[in-house]
């Protein structure tokens, strides 16, 4: 029977994807799919202060018409015009506000050192919310990977590059970032969604500290 500290390790990993997920653009597969019983799901898992927004987030999600959620979203993350919460590192670590700042350069040598490519497919910038996520799951799981199997060497470059990436990057421009969220939002979910990344992403912070 595997052990709690091992199923937390695997629901942190879960969160990271499901949190990721729900910053692309929303669509009905969303609940289809399962997306936030699922979260809800690894929130249990995880840590007991996280569920009641995990469940706040499924439930807005169910009772706002997607048609209404894709024109926050639009208004939040793309514009038209002024984009009103911008979804990339740079933007809030940078002095100069752009993107493909300094600081995406700096976070495009540690996908290197971790060995971690994007789809060639996909459009968006490396320093989105969605692609640091993801990316943060991916440390995650290899490090359960590499506890599972006894590879402490594993372990421990892994987790070296996980608190440097959340320290210099991710963990830095996430309150700022969710903040600027929640101060925008027209819909309760994306207020939700902000609260949830902010938290989640703090204690995954402070564990490392």
Known sequence: MMQPEMQAAIAREEVCRYLAACYYEPEAAFEEEGLFDSLVGAAQRLDDALVPAARRLAEQFRTTPVETLLLDYTRLFLGPTEILAKPYGSVWLDEEKTLMGESTM??????????????EEFKELPDHVAVELEFLYLLNFRE????????????????????RFLGGHLARWIPPFTEAVSAHAQTPFYRELAALTRRFVGMEFARGR
């Open 144 to 163: 359960n990977e590499a506890a599972l199997a006894g590879d402490s060497d594993g372990m421990a470059r892994t987790r070296d590059i996980r608190e």
């Open 106 to 119: 700096a976070l495009l040598e540690i996908f290197g050192e971790a060995d971690f490519e994007m789809n």
